[in-house]
């Protein structure tokens, strides 16, 4: 295999591996947290922010240590 098919499993199993923890540790609760179907729906939906705020927070540090990747090592 070469490196780049090697990056690109990493990156697929990742993805995958965080939409995973994201269901399972966030969606998960706000879905069992109500009984009715439209406030499932809602919260659900609701959750998506969080998804949002957690992926801009992590494309913020990537940033981040691509910019000073060279000043730190």
């Not at 269901?23 to 069992?32: E, G």
């Not at 729906?41 to 910019?67: N, P």
């Amino acid at each position: 295999m070469s490196k780049t098919t090697i990056t690109y499993l990493i990156v697929g199993f990742c993805g995958v591996a965080g939409i995973a923890a994201f269901t399972a540790l966030i969606v998960a609760p706000a879905w069992s947290a109500y009984t009715k179907i439209w406030q499932r729906v809602a919260a659900t939906f609701l959750s998506l922010y969080v998804l949002a705020g957690l992926v801009v927070l992590g494309a913020g540090l990537g940033l981040l240590v691509v910019l000073f990747w060279d000043r730190v090592f």
